[in-house]
């Protein structure tokens, strides 16, 4: 008698850009993986179904927290550098999903105990790991990141050097992807300055 393995397909509906779409698929995706991709929140809404729920561009204020706060319990991910988990609904998990950072096979993350192996067999359909680390304003590699380019911009207000120099020197140097002036481009300015002034805050 033959016997039919079931494979369990899995609906995540993701909300994204083309840019941090194409980082989330770098790896390609699971088979059991039934991924829709939506332009709004309010798109998400329409797919009460689904078995978990990512916002690539989340923004923090409260009517798109309490838009997303409505699927669950259902799992929720929201790309939230800067904005730590006691700020957001309970159960959330938050990742670094900033432009650049989504790319890697390693996605920083943090979440209750009680949250971390649905969001890891979800990062998983899109073969990619999570590492869980303490909930804490940029993780690791958005808070060093953006330091990075602040003493760069330091450097090129002190005339140091230039812009393209600094760049140049950083990835020939450390063998970074992209000079940190280039980065903060990627990154997007606003966010690094947002997460810069936040950790003063938190000083």
Known sequence: MQIIKVIRVMQIIVLTDEGLKEELLKNGTDSSLECLYVNSVDEMLHHPG??????????FNNERINKL???????VIVN???HILNELPA???R???W???LASDLVEGAASESQKSKGEEILMLFHKKISWLPDVPGFISARVVSKIINEAWISVDEGVSSPGEIDIAMRLGTNYPFGPLEWAEKIG????RSLLERLEQDK
């Open 99 to 101: 432009p650049t950072f």
């Open 91 to 93: 159960n959330f998990i």
């Open 95 to 97: 990742i670094n999903a």
């Open 80 to 82: 939230s550098v800067i």
């Open 189 to 192: 300015v606003g966010k690094v």
């Open 69 to 75: 706060k409505s699927l669950l319990p259902k799992l």
């Open 50 to 59: 689904a078995d978990g729920y990512i916002d690539l561009l989340f923004e």
